[in-house]
């Protein structure tokens, strides 16, 4: 059976045979669905919560 990963930085999910898999020198790992999620994270140092796309989006109203 395969498991199924959620994105790290979406939180959408991400079908067997697809996406990115990151480890960190601290062995911390991280899956992406696709690179735009990869770079927001890796390269651009943006957080989750505060990207309107996102799934872990929070309004402040």
């Known amino acids: 059976m395969v498991e199924k990963r959620v994105c790290t930085f979406?939180?959408?999910d991400i079908e067997p045979g697809t996406g990115k898999l990151y480890v960190k020198k601290d062995g911390t790992v991280l899956y992406f669905c696709k690179?735009?999620?990869q770079k927001n994270m890796?390269?651009?140092h943006r957080v989750?919560?505060?990207v309107?796309?996102?799934k872990h989006y929070i309004?402040?109203?």
Do not use: H
């Open 10 to 12: 979406c939180g959408g």
């Open 48 to 50: 989750p919560r505060r």
């Open 35 to 37: 690179s735009k999620c």
């Open 59 to 61: 309004k402040s109203s």
């Open 42 to 44: 890796l390269k651009l």
């Open 52 to 54: 309107r796309w996102t």
